[in-house]
Nanobody, 124 residues
Framework: QVQLVESGGGLVQAGGSLRLSCVGS????????MGWFRQAPGKEREFVSD????????YYADSVKGRFTISRDIAKNTVYLQMNSLKPEDTAVYYC?????????????????WGQGTQVTVSS
C-alpha cells in the first residue's frame, strides 16, 4: 500500500510559477514510479510527467516540456513538480500517482495509487 498527499496548488498569474509536492508513505514507495496527471472540467485526465523510482529518468507531455520539471527526493519520500511560465490552459486539478509495476510510461492506467488532487488556477 502507498498513501500520497499533494500540496502546493493555488491561484497564480499567467507567466508565474508554482511548485507542487507529493509526499508518499508505505514500504513500496521507494520502488515506485511516480507520475503527475491533471484534469480540467469536462476533459479527460491527461499525463503531465513521470519519473523512475531512482529518479534517473523523466518523461514529459509535449504541452509542458521546457516549462515543468519533475524531481524526487528519496530521503524525504517526496516528488515535486516545478511549474514555470504557467498558462491559463494549465488550469486543472493536479494528481500525483504511484505505480508498483509499470510497462509503459505516461499512461494513467499503469498507476495503482492516487492522491486527492490539488487545484491549480492560472489567470490571464
Amino acid at each position: 500500500q502507498v498513501q500520497l498527499v499533494e500540496s502546493g496548488g493555488g491561484l497564480v498569474q499567467a507567466g508565474g510559477s508554482l511548485r507542487l509536492s507529493c509526499v508518499g508513505s508505505g514500504r513500496a514507495f521507494s520502488s515506485s514510479v511516480m507520475g503527475w496527471f491533471r484534469q480540467a472540467p469536462g476533459k479527460e485526465r491527461e499525463f503531465v510527467s513521470d519519473i523512475t523510482a531512482s529518479g534517473g529518468s523523466t518523461y514529459y507531455a509535449d504541452s509542458v516540456k521546457g516549462r515543468f520539471t519533475i524531481s524526487r527526493d528519496i530521503a524525504k519520500n517526496t516528488v515535486y513538480l516545478q511549474m514555470n511560465s504557467l498558462k491559463p490552459e494549465d488550469t486543472a486539478v493536479y494528481y500525483c500517482a504511484a505505480a508498483l509495476r509499470i510497462r509503459a510510461y505516461s499512461r494513467a492506467s499503469q498507476y495503482d495509487y492516487w492522491g486527492q488532487g490539488t487545484q491549480v488556477t492560472v489567470s490571464s
